[in-house]
C-alpha cells in the first residue's frame, strides 16, 4: 500500500529554518504530482507547495513565497520543503500529499489521493 513518511520537524525560533522529507512507497512516485499542506490549531488545512512529477512546475503559497522551496528526487522517491526565515505564523502540522499517477496541477486539498500522518513545525517567537 501507499506510505508517505514525512520527517524532519521540530522546535525552532523564529528566524530559523527546517528541512521537511516526505519518503514515499507503494505507488509510481516518479509520475506522482505531490505537494505540502499545513493546519494550524482551529484553521483548515491550506496548501503550502505544489511539484510536479518532473519537477518542472512549482507552487508556493503567498505566504511562503520566497522563504520556502519544495524540491523533489525521484531516485529516492523523496520530496523536501526547505523552510528558511520561519515566522511563528508557520507553527502547524506540515503533510506531504500524493495526487495518483498522471494526475497534474492542483491546489485543492481534495484531489490529493495519498496523505503522510503529518510533523509537527513549531517557531518560537
Known amino acids: 500500500q501507499v506510505q508517505l513518511v514525512e520527517s524532519g520537524g521540530g522546535l525552532v525560533q523564529a528566524g530559523g529554518s527546517l528541512r521537511l522529507s516526505c519518503a514515499a512507497s507503494g505507488l509510481t512516485f516518479s509520475a506522482s504530482s505531490m505537494g505540502w499542506f499545513r493546519q494550524a490549531p482551529g484553521k483548515e488545512r491550506e496548501i503550502v507547495a505544489f511539484?510536479?512529477?518532473?519537477?518542472?512546475?512549482?507552487y508556493y503559497a503567498d505566504s511562503v513565497k520566497g522563504r520556502f522551496t519544495i524540491s523533489r528526487d525521484n531516485a529516492k522517491n523523496t520530496i523536501y520543503l526547505q523552510m528558511n526565515t520561519l515566522k511563528p505564523e508557520d507553527t502547524a502540522v506540515y503533510y506531504c500529499a500524493a495526487r495518483r499517477a498522471g494526475a497534474g496541477y492542483s491546489t485543492n486539498s481534495n484531489d490529493y489521493a495519498y496523505w503522510g500522518q503529518g510533523t509537527q513545525v513549531t517557531v518560537s517567537s
Open positions: 511539484i510536479n512529477w518532473s519537477g518542472t512546475t512549482k
